[in-house]
């Protein structure tokens, strides 16, 4: 048998403990949150090419560029295409 061991807290310490883990939930809850841009390689990948397509051409979705060149890199947000999916 094995005997169970109990830590005694004050309240002080009690509310330092639960307002830290509110921080620390709050904390991770935004860094959730932030919108992940994904290349359009990476979109296509994802959700697939048609899919997104569709989706710019509705104007649902939008993707910006990386750099000012006709060449970069077309980024787009992947919240924005997740929640487009998820509307219809």
């Known amino acids: 048998m094995t005997t169970q061991k109990y830590i005694t807290l004050t309240p002080g ?3 330092y403990l639960l307002a830290k883990a509110v921080k620390q939930g709050i904390a991770e809850y935004r860094r959730s949150m932030q919108s992940e841009l994904i290349s359009q390689r990476e979109a296509f990948r994802r959700y697939g090419k048609a899919c997104v397509l569709r989706l710019v ?3 649902e979705v939008t993707g910006r560029r990386a750099g000012t060149s006709v060449n970069s ?4 947000d992947a919240c924005e295409i997740t929640n487009a999916l998820m509307a219809r």
């Open 57 to 59: 051409a509705k104007g």
């Open 73 to 76: 890199k077309v980024l787009y």
């Open 13 to 15: 310490q009690l509310d």
